[in-house]
């Protein structure tokens, strides 16, 4: 990809493709001032070559709205790219021996820290025991999270300095913590980051989003989650250097403290419940695998009572729930605040749902009469989903099949917006949009354009901005600069499987993302107007 420089502040991006409404046939694109500024043919293009500050040959490359991830755990997804990585670790002992060989390669960390651990799909399917992370360890403290951040394993050494610990809800003598005592240990373990190694981290993280092509990450902190130094220290950190943009969200009752950290809401990972695989997740039936239905943290009470505070003083609320009968709560909830505030100004806010896994047609309906966003990760239909998946292990086949129903809800009218949940899973815009267009049940699909959508101006819509996450005239410059295979268009009456590349189409055309073929790869992401990343070499 070839340019030249002028001296004004003005960009022309010319010879690619555009994926713009404004002219699905647009090959060039001229930014300004942060904007874009114009979008149409090589030909008209002409008219811009003179004054320009650069010109950039897209040499055929696809241009496209930068992606927003609508759910990131910005510090914890740094540490992971530079911590102890179990995602891929195919035993229990080979976890083991990753451990050992991470404690030796760390000798000056005061404590270690890993994730992604799923025991799930380990042979014989159980954790790793006190005892084992202590000689793996080598005595020293050491904090594994589980793949869906719920719950986690901890040495001997790192639960003494929890005063009180084996006191607290969720505690486990030899086994994985939740609930009080995984929070109360997770804060020891995190507390023990410097604030060097946590500034190191976030920058790690927003580098590697930049080089996937998202402009936008919305960060879902909270006091059980990370801490209020950090969630400011990323804000701030965003602000002064080049990146992609950071959106706050504060997941505690105060809205107050919201306000005053610099947050968009009191909303987030603020937990109605917990994780399906922690076994945490709220539910109206039992466990298929377990005598229980999980666990409540809010009830629609609480619920209500927040979305009114937060109504009234202009926030967003925002909710973590994941099982039907945590959905259900919210909902009720929600309307509960309706009738007392007025249906228009809740459906206003924009309020949130985060991850909404566990829905059903009543509930699906709330969110369309409320006026609720549903925050989502296709990628855990991707990684837990289908037959054999932890889903079905968890909840039995019927129950597994229901879950993540895309299609229905944006038949109803449900606001989508993707993200990752990164760490839980891996910052992977392309492969997040594949895995929604490929659900494991095939009537929970959405079109790729669907799916992209909610990728891209899904996520500036749940923050209340309509204006921006396209490529049209007027709207922010954020994009993204991307080589790949020849473009489709899906045929209208086929969500997945019939494909056009006919132009007369007259629709801006996309990737194919069909399972086993290659996924676009970035080659510059732009945040406002301003390059924040270019692949070596382009």
């Known amino acids: ?11 022309l991006l010319r010879g690619g493709e555009v994926h713009s409404p404004a002219d699905p046939f647009a090959t060039a694109m001229v930014v300004e001032r942060g904007q874009i500024a114009w979008v149409g043919s090589e030909g008209a293009a002409d008219a811009f070559a003179d004054g320009v500050a650069e010109v950039v040959d897209l040499e055929g490359a696809l241009v496209t709205p930068a992606f927003t991830d609508a759910h990131v755990h910005t510090t914890s997804t740094g540490l992971a790219l530079t911590g102890l990585d179990l995602s891929d670790a195919p035993s229990l002992d080979a976890a083991l021996t990753l451990v050992r060989e991470f404690a030796a390669a760390r000798p000056a960390d005061r404590v270690l820290l890993g994730h992604g651990w799923d025991a799930a799909r380990w042979p014989g399917g159980r954790p790793p025991t006190r005892a084992e992370l202590d000689e793996a360890a080598g005595g020293r403290p050491l904090y594994l999270s589980r793949i869906d951040v719920h719950s986690a394993v ?15 809800a969720g505690y486990a003598a030899d086994g994985p913590l939740t609930r009080d005592a995984h929070h109360a240990v997770r804060a020891a373990a995190l507390g023990a980051v410097t604030p060097a190694q946590r500034t190191e981290a976030q920058r790690a993280a927003l580098a590697h989003a930049a080089s996937l092509g998202i402009g936008s990450v919305h960060e879902c902190a909270g006091p059980e989650i990370s801490s209020e130094d950090d969630f400011t220290g990323l804000l701030r950190l965003a602000a002064e250097e080049a990146g992609p943009r950071v959106v706050g969200y504060w997941a505690e009752q105060d809205v107050d403290k919201a306000r005053a950290l610099g947050a968009l809401g009191a909303a987030g990972d603020l937990f109605v419940d917990g994780s399906l695989g922690s076994y945490t997740a709220c539910l109206h039936q039992p466990y298929a695998d377990a005598g229980h239905t999980g666990t409540a943290y809010l009830d629609a009470a609480a619920v209500g009572a927040h979305v009114v505070a937060c109504t009234e003083a202009g926030l967003q609320a925002g909710f973590h729930a994941i099982g039907d009968a945590a959905v259900a709560a919210v909902v009720e909830g929600v309307r509960a605040a309706a009738e007392k505030v007025g249906l228009a100004r809740v459906r206003a806010a924009r309020h949130r749902v985060e991850h909404a896994e566990m829905l059903t047609p009543e509930t699906i309906a709330g969110f369309a009469e409320l006026g609720l966003t549903a925050s989502v990760q296709p990628a855990f239909d991707a990684l837990w989903g289908g037959e054999d998946g932890m889903y079905a292990q968890r909840l039995g086949a019927e129950r597994a099949r229901a879950l993540n129903p895309f299609a229905a809800l944006l038949r109803t009218g449900v606001p989508l917006a993707f993200g990752s949940d990164s760490p839980v899973t891996p910052l992977d815009p392309w492969g997040t949009v594949r895995a929604a267009a490929f659900h494991r049940t095939p009537e929970h699909r959405v079109s790729v354009r669907a799916a992209f959508t909610a990728h891209t101006r899904g996520g500036w819509r749940a923050i209340g901005r309509d204006d921006a996450g396209v490529l049209v005239p007027g709207a922010p410059a954020d994009y993204a600069v991307w080589r790949t295979e020849e473009l489709v268009v899906q045929a209208p009456d086929d969500r997945v499987a019939r494909w056009s590349t006919d132009p007369r189409s007259g629709t801006p055309g996309l990737p194919d993302l069909s399972p086993g073929g290659d996924l676009p790869v970035c080659l510059r992401t732009v945040v406002g107007g301003r390059t924040v990343f270019v692949r070596p070499g382009e």
């Open 1 to 11: 990809m070839s340019e030249s420089t002028a001296t004004s502040d003005t960009v």
């Open 154 to 168: 901890a040495t001997t050494a790192l639960l003494d300095l929890v005063p009180g610990v084996t006191a607290r």
